[in-house]
Nanobody, 118 residues
Framework: QVQLVESGGGLVQAGGSLRLSCAAS????????MGWYRQVPGKQRELVAS???????NYADSVKGRFTISRDDAKNTVTLQMNSLKPEDTAVYYC????????????WGQGTQVTVSS
C-alpha cells in the first residue's frame, strides 16, 4: 500500500504559478499511471494531468500549454507545474496512482487547496 502526500498548494494571483508535489511512501516505479485530479464543491473530481510509467502524458484541454506533469521514480515524487493560473483553476488538487498487479489499485492523497484570485 502506497501513501501519497501532496504539498505546494496555496493562494496565488491570476497569471501566477504554483508547483504541486506528491510524495509517495513507497516506490512509484511499479505504479502504471500517476496523475493529478481536482475537485470543486458540488462538482465531480476531474482529471487534470496524468503520466505513465514510460513517460507518456495526458492533459485536460483546459490546462494544456499551462500545466506540466512529471515524475521522478528514483525520488518517488510526482510534480505538477502550474503556470498562467486562472481563477477557474481554483480547486482541491489530489494526487492519484493507478497500479495493476492482479487487479487495479487506486491510491489517493488527502488533497491540497489551490486558490487563484482575480
Amino acid at each position: 500500500q502506497v501513501q501519497l502526500v501532496e504539498s505546494g498548494g496555496g493562494l496565488v494571483q491570476a497569471g501566477g504559478s504554483l508547483r504541486l508535489s506528491c510524495a509517495a511512501s513507497g516506490s512509484i516505479a511499479g505504479i502504471n499511471i500517476m496523475g493529478w485530479y481536482r475537485q470543486v464543491p458540488g462538482k465531480q473530481r476531474e482529471l487534470v494531468a496524468s503520466i505513465t510509467s514510460s513517460g507518456g502524458t495526458n492533459y485536460a484541454d483546459s490546462v494544456k500549454g499551462r500545466f506540466t506533469i512529471s515524475r521522478d521514480d528514483a525520488k518517488n515524487t510526482v510534480t505538477l507545474q502550474m503556470n498562467s493560473l486562472k481563477p477557474e483553476d481554483t480547486a482541491v488538487y489530489y494526487c492519484h496512482g493507478l497500479q495493476l498487479v492482479r487487479d487495479w489499485s487506486n491510491y489517493w492523497g488527502q488533497g491540497t487547496q489551490v486558490t487563484v484570485s482575480s
